[in-house]
């Protein structure tokens, strides 16, 4: 039978309803049999709880709303109030003689998207609480906004004795099944994908000495929270540097400043937390302090409450169990299944309920989606999965791309697929990398099934961004004309790429343009398409003329696509413009003559624009008369690729000639590295240094060489171009022969950073391919962004056919030493011909993931054959990788001592044939069968009648009378 794990509100489901009776049946204190009375009646009140609401479940319950609509509204059980309405709400104590426990069911969106209405965070209000809603109305009711309603929320709980003291005053949050969800309580921001219990205690004096010699503290502590994971985890301040994983079991405190009106109702009852502070006594809760909350132990809120006890405490809290009779029909009331057996043979029956199977548990996945990652890179989707039951689990990770999904296979031992080894009693940690090709959002759906059809699934958008910089190029659609108020006959077509030359999907880009209308709303036709594109069209304007377009990225940006369009009268045709030079270079420095010819099939006159490339004003020429040809002289400014255009207007149509000349400069070039803004010269190894540099590149004559290529000469890479002898990038731009470029940290230290051109007399020289480079230099420090800091294992020696006695580790930390849990470490035997393998896959290579304190360790090796033995662990990130080589040594085994022949001899005895037992004497010494057998006096002449024998004689050797 197939079982789909639904993650959904389901305190009113009956299985949920019998769970906890039972559970709660099972206290064996005070008053079970009341906390079990009083949650059914809440499960019944409260059915169908949608999002947002809040229910009165038993009580006593007393709330208060921005706008109440009667003096009796939310006043009785059953009644329903809608979240971004309630400014507070509070629970009364437990009280059994006056049949009253104040409990309150909340539904709370959190930071669960709109696309999943069916799972919702459970707040359950139990006793002594009061909560104070911490977002306004208006906020709550933003459909923009990021908070949504009670996802901030100032709270306290009762402090005295409850009646039943499995039932403390407490407020407890569960989120949905394998589902990470963030709330602020008191100021604290916490994340969790579990069950937490959060109460406010009297500050233990001790611990207030502590915390204020530890941390310096000063200011009056009114009281400390407490929060308690009652089972998955919670994550402490998330996203931050000081981010801490909580597990199931324990507990951590926070500071409360005293009444500050905090809240929304000006109430002087909320508690903040100090920012000075931190969580504190974070350790594994006793089992008498789990024991506290028994009375939960079961409750399904959106899922069944299990607390962190042995089986031993859960069953030692059974109540005696009733006997049942064999042959009895009847089925006792908390019984699972009323099926008989049909034909019991014996009168000795278990005292337990009549159906002692037990059904397979579904397995559970937690995944951590990446809140930014970028297309092209590593998107490293991490997690755990765990099953109860012990079975193989299958991981299917379907990446929403288009791409064939993945599927992992976990089971005891290691693991091929997925190259995991996990202890099979815990769970499996979770890092399994993809490459999106381009950016967007998109459905990552994760199914993870047991070995008997139980499923779970998870699904999440997966955000990826573009590599920045973005760059945007012209692809269609110029050098188009139209009549006056008429649609040009092609959109413009216009591509965005980023920097890592994918396309960049839904960018919404800005357009400026003279003498055109634009032809599309902006939504319909500026964002770009799968590919990267975007087509816009476009209808001439009324005036006649040029009409230039830019698509850009956004209107600061420098770089656009750009487009000349023309506007005409139909009733005139346009001038004609050719350029006639033949040469393709020339010299800098010298003069240079541009020749073209114009003319105009109506003879009206002409006016000519020169646009030279290394200058932003083109020269002007007026009234040419038609059929002439013209020359232009210029002297460039600058060396490089130059970009000449003609274009010339008769008045209504404007037309355009181009011509690509390669000015030289003149050698040798230097260049100058010129640090901007935000660079501090400082970089973690393969990543980029913070700010660009400014690389300025002239020639002999100081005149400014633009469009020269550049190379990295010191390792490292320019926007993420390979080194020298990559491909290099060109500076751009005419006039300024310079160019801002990004450097990433070679994998290995430099002192200075060498950035050169390509220069026939340049100083360096390239001895592999004989290039000559000019250059410039600039001193950089580089640090590595990871290490392996402590090595475990190294320099061991075993015999040949014997395990090494340790298995080899290393521990993983980045530059600031914080410990790099979920990576892959892959450890791999480089003398294969030494017979050695890892023991367990029988492999030269083992990949093993390091724990959340960064720790990782290979399966042990063996090796048949004596030698050297040298072992790589190696970790890849980016383009770079650190390694580490442990030497081993396997020694022949020790010979063993020859016997020695003589000590041999001298150790046995003589036989003598004499003295020899005969069996066939065996009848004299054996006494006939119902006679007493007498003794055997020892003979009367020892020396005589023993043989001479050497002390080592074995004893077990007889003398024959």
Known sequence: MRIFATLTFAILALVGLSIFQSSAAQVADVCPQFIA??????????????????????????????????????SRPRDIADLTNLTSIATSPLRTELDEWGISLLSVQANLPDALPGQNVIFMLAGDVELENAVNEETAADPNSAVTPVQAFYFRTG????????????????????????????????????????????????????????????????????????????????????????????????????????????????RAVFTGCPWVDIRPATEEEIREFMGYQGVVLNYPIELPLTEAVLVAALPTPTLVPPTSTSVPATAVSTEVPATPTSTDVPPTATNTEVPNSPPQLLLDVPTF???????????????????????????????????????????????????????VLLAIEHDYPHNGTFPLAATLEDDSGNIIEVQYGAPVNPITPLAITTISGGEQSAPINEPFADPLVAQVRDAGDAPVIGLALSILYSNASLGCAPETCLNTDIDGKVHVAMVAGPAMGPAPVDIKIDLEAPGSAHYDLTVFDPNNDPPTVA???????????????????????????????????????????????????????????????????????????????????????????????????????????????????????????????????????????????????????????????????????ACYATISLYIASPDPAGSYIDEGTGERYSYSTIDVNQYSAYNFTNIIGDGQTTFA?????????????????????????????????????????????????????????????????????????????????????????????????????????????????????????????????????????????????????????????????
């Open 373 to 427: 990652a970028v297309a092209r890179d590593a998107f490293v989707l991490t997690g755990s999965a765990f099953d109860p039951d012990d079975s193989r689990m299958t991981l299917t990770v379907d990446w929403g791309d288009g791409s064939a999904p993945e599927v992992f296979v976990f089971e005891e031992g290691s693991l091929a697929a997925g190259s995991f080894a996990p202890a099979f009693s815990d769970p």
């Open 579 to 745: 350029i006639t030079n033949i040469e393709t270079t020339w010299l800098n420095g010298d003069l240079f003559t541009l020749h073209f010819t114009v003319d105009d099939p109506e003879g009206n006159p002409i006016d000519a624009q020169v646009f030279w490339d290394d200058s932003v004003t083109p020269d002007s020429y007026n009234d040419i008369a038609p059929g002439t040809d013209f020359n232009a002289a210029h002297e460039f400014s600058a060396a490089g690729i130059m970009y000449i255009k003609v274009m010339v207007t008769d008045g209504e149509f404007v037309v355009q000639d181009d011509y690509t000349l390669s000015v030289t400069p003149m050698y040798p070039l230097w260049l100058d590295l010129v640090p901007q803004a935000g660079w501090t010269g400082e970089a973690a190894t393969g990543e980029l240094y913070p700010g660009t540099l400014r690389v300025f590149v002239y020639d002999a004559e100081d005149d400014p060489v633009y469009g020269a290529e550049l190379y990295n000469l010191s390792g490292g890479s320019l926007n993420s171009v390979p080194p020298s002898p990559g491909v290099p990038i060109t500076l751009g731009g005419p006039g300024g022969g310079s160019r801002d470029v990004q450097v990433v940290a």
């Open 37 to 74: 009375d009083a949650i059914e009646t809440v499960g019944g009140n409260c059915a169908g709880l949608s999002r947002n609401n809040a229910c009165y479940g038993y009580d006593r319950v007393v709330a208060s709303f921005a706008q109440a609509p009667s003096s009796d509204f939310f």
């Open 159 to 270: 402090i005295a004795q409850t009646d039943c003291r499995e039932a403390p005053d407490t407020l407890i949050i569960q989120g949905p099944k394998n589902t990470q969800v963030d709330f602020t309580a008191n100021g604290a921001d916490v994340r969790i994908g579990s069950t937490v219990a959060l109460r406010t205690l009297p500050v233990d004096p001790e611990q207030e000495r502590r915390i204020r010699e530890e941390y310096g503290f000063d200011d009056e502590i009114f009281e400390i929270m407490e929060l308690f994971v009652l089972d998955g985890q919670a994550i402490l301040n998330p996203g931050t540097p000081n981010e801490q994983v909580i597990p199931a079991g324990y507990r951590g405190f926070r500071c409360l400043a005293p009444p500050q009106n905090l809240g929304l109702d000006g109430d002087e009852d909320d």
């Open 801 to 961: 056919g014997n395990d090494f006695p340790l298995a080899l580790g290393v521990e993983l930390k980045s530059a600031f030493e914080s410990p790099i849990g979920g990576a892959n470490i892959v450890f791999t035997i480089l003398d294969p011909t030494l017979g050695a393998v890892f023991k367990t896959s029988g492999l030269t290579e083992y990949t093993a993931v390091t724990s959340p304190s960064g720790i990782a360790f290979a399966d042990i090796i063996n090796s048949d054959f004596t030698g050297s033995l040298t072992v790589l662990a190696e970790y890849h990130y980016g383009s770079c990788a650190i390694s580490h080589v442990f030497s081993l040594t396997v020694d022949p085994q020790p010979p063993v001592p020859p016997l020695d022949a003589e000590a041999t001899a001298e150790a046995t005895p003589e036989v003598n044939p004499e003295l020899t037992p005969d069996p066939t004497d065996a009848p004299e010494s054996t006494p006939e069968i119902g006679m007493t057998a007498t003794p055997t006096p020892p003979p009367t002449d020892a020396p005589e009648a023993t043989p001479e024998l050497t002390p080592e004689a074995p004893s077990s050797t007889k003398l024959k009378r």
